[in-house]
């Protein structure tokens, strides 16, 4: 079951105090943290863990890079009309 290791406490390196597994497996918006393999793997079977509770497409959402942020998208449109004007002049 998925609570099985929801008792576990760990120190998380992003909040700096000791909090429970089930905190790292729901705060993703419901989903496990990103680091969640790097800070558990000497705990508990995690790639299991995730591999029994999880699909693929759920995995790859929670454990993936950070999506770009509004600046960065507002950056690139930026650098692409600079590249068109220059071309174009
Ligand atoms: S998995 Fe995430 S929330 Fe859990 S201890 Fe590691 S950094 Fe903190």
């Known amino acids: 079951m998925i609570e099985e290791h929801d008792?576990?406490?760990i120190?998380?390196?992003q909040l700096g105090g000791e909090i429970p597994?089930?905190?790292c497996r729901t705060i993703n918006?419901?989903?496990p943290c990103r680091r969640i393999?790097?800070?558990w793997e000497f705990r508990i079977e995690i790639s299991?863990?995730?591999g029994e509770?999880?699909?693929i497409d759920q995995i790859q959402l929670a454990l993936a890079p950070p999506t770009k942020t509004r600046i960065d998208t507002i950056l690139e449109l930026i650098e692409k009309a600079k590249k068109i004007k220059e071309e174009g002049e």
């Open 21 to 23: 597994f089930k905190y």
């Open 7 to 9: 008792s576990l406490i």
């Open 53 to 55: 509770h999880y699909s």
């Open 11 to 13: 120190r998380c390196p």
């Open 29 to 31: 918006e419901g989903l």
């Open 37 to 39: 393999m790097a800070c």
């Open 48 to 50: 299991k863990f995730l």
